[in-house]
């Protein structure tokens, strides 16, 4: 039985930091913040990046997906910005690959979520859950930057990868990674 990999999207496979870093003015995110910047020609979607883990991911998605089944869950509203985004930064095949699913803020309602949810923890937890009763997953893997999402992760016996340990790997070492899981 394969197991369960839920990726997240922003610091884990995407560098966004440049919009988001502004989006937190008291410490938690102001989201009316983060959609006006999204747009931005100097600090908007235009300038996000893929992080390590994205780019050896666009190389070794096929391998990846005989290993695991791949949700990507995101806190992100996809719209037309972000799916132009993603193609130019060469994730649509992986988005529009039938061994892939992406579950966006629009879509959690469809796996027991709630899209107005602000805590990432609480915000993934039930689709997570839902997920892995409905594929019968004994084994799920979180790929995440949040704290909320590592710890929820841990507290519900997922295994839990800090994506902002993976910032500095190379090839080798996201196949060490996968291969021990």
Not at 32 to 40: L, M, N, S
Not at 85 to 111: K, N
Not at 118 to 131: A, M, W
Request: aromatic letters at 10%.
């Amino acid at each position: 039985m394969k197991k369960l990999l839920v990726i997240d999207l922003d610091q884990t496979v995407i560098d966004s930091s440049i919009r988001e870093n502004l989006c937190y003015p008291n410490g938690s995110l102001c989201l009316d913040t983060y959609k006006a910047i999204k747009a931005c020609p100097y600090n908007g979607i235009v300038n996000d990046v893929l992080l390590p883990f994205g780019l050896w991911l666009k190389d070794h998605f096929l391998v990846l997906s005989n290993m695991f089944d791949i949700v990507f869950l995101t806190a992100r509203e996809v719209n037309e910005q972000d799916l132009s985004s993603f193609d130019s930064l060469g994730l649509t095949p992986i988005f529009t690959d039938f061994r892939a699913r992406i579950i966006t803020r629009t879509d959690v309602v469809h796996y027991g979520g709630n899209p107005a949810e602000q805590d990432s923890g609480l915000y993934k937890q039930d689709v997570i859950r839902t997920l892995q009763r409905c594929g019968n997953y004994k084994d799920v893997i979180v790929a995440d930057d949040c704290q909320k999402v590592l710890e929820m992760a841990r507290k519900n016996n997922y295994r839990a990868i800090c994506a902002r340990e993976l910032y500095h790997y190379d090839n080798s070492d996201f196949d060490a990674l996968f291969n021990s899981i």
